[in-house]
Antibody, heavy 117, light 110 residues
Framework: QVQLVQSGAEVRKPGASVKLSCKAS????????MHWVRQAPGQGLEWMGI????????SYAQKFQGRVTMTRDTSTSTVYMELTSLRSEDTAVYYC??????????WGQGTLVTVSS | QSALTQPASVSGSPGQSITISCTGT?????????VSWYQQHPGKAPKLMIY???NRPSGVSNRFSGSKSGNTASLTISGLQAEDEADYYC??????????FGGGTKLTVL
């Protein structure tokens, strides 16, 4: 069965960086793109970007350009998302989600990132 | 890229039908048949309910249906049930080769 397992909760100070991981299993890792989506407390979903594991194609939301980097390791079927220059507004649950026909059919359990001084 | 526009809340009684709208532009909703809908219960990850405007993933009840007209997509839930109470989000591919979500709609089953 398809599973996306994300890394654990993180706490960072403003200005710091965080790198999250998402390990995929149960399907051919290079067959599907992977999205990153975040949700601030009590707020809606926000699309951050997408990576294509087979050829490393990447597209980022304009809002995060320059602060986000998505990478993948095909040997471990893992995608990573690094966000730099963190501020309090980046406090959110971050999800990875597998692309399926331009939607997201499987989601990770989410990683809470707290940015606080 | 601005978020797609959804009503903040909708409500209905058990057994009734409701429709949630999702309005974008010709650069996203109106330009592509790549609209998806998600259901999210509190504290849970979103669940895909509709993809490519009107397709249901395996296992999703046929009480959920999607459609699109011009720059507006819609999710209809028929035969409302208590467990349908949740937040619903639309999502669309865009001309910028990015994706964008709607602001979300809280569905209350009265």
């Amino acid at each position: 069965q398809v599973q996306l397992v994300q890394s654990g909760a993180e706490v960072r100070k403003p200005g710091a960086s965080v790198k999250l991981s998402c390990k995929a299993s149960g399907y051919t890792f290079t067959s599907n793109h992977m999205h990153w989506v975040r949700q601030a407390p009590g707020q809606g979903l926000e699309w951050m970007g997408i990576i294509k594991p087979s050829d490393n194609y990447i597209s980022y939301a304009q809002k995060f350009q320059g602060r986000v980097t998505m990478t993948r390791d095909t040997s471990t079927s893992t995608v990573y998302m690094e966000l730099t220059s963190l501020r309090s507004e980046d406090t959110a649950v971050y999800y990875c989600a597998r692309d399926f026909n331009w939607g997201c059919d499987y989601w990770g359990q989410g990683t809470l990132v707290t940015v606080s001084s | 890229q601005s978020a797609l526009t959804q009503p903040a809340s909708v409500s209905g009684s058990p057994g009734q039908s409701i429709t949630i709208s999702c309005t974008g532009t010709s650069s996203d909703v109106g330009g592509y048949n790549y609209v998806s809908w998600y259901q999210q219960h509190p504290g849970k990850a979103p669940k895909l309910m509709i993809y490519e405007v009107s397709n249901r993933p395996s296992g999703v009840s046929n009480r959920f249906s999607g459609s699109k007209s011009g720059n507006t997509a819609s999710l209809t839930i028929s035969g409302l049930q208590a467990e349908d109470e949740a937040d619903y989000y639309c999502n669309s591919y865009t001309r910028s080769t990015t994706w964008v979500f709607g602001g979300g709609t809280k569905l209350t089953v009265l």
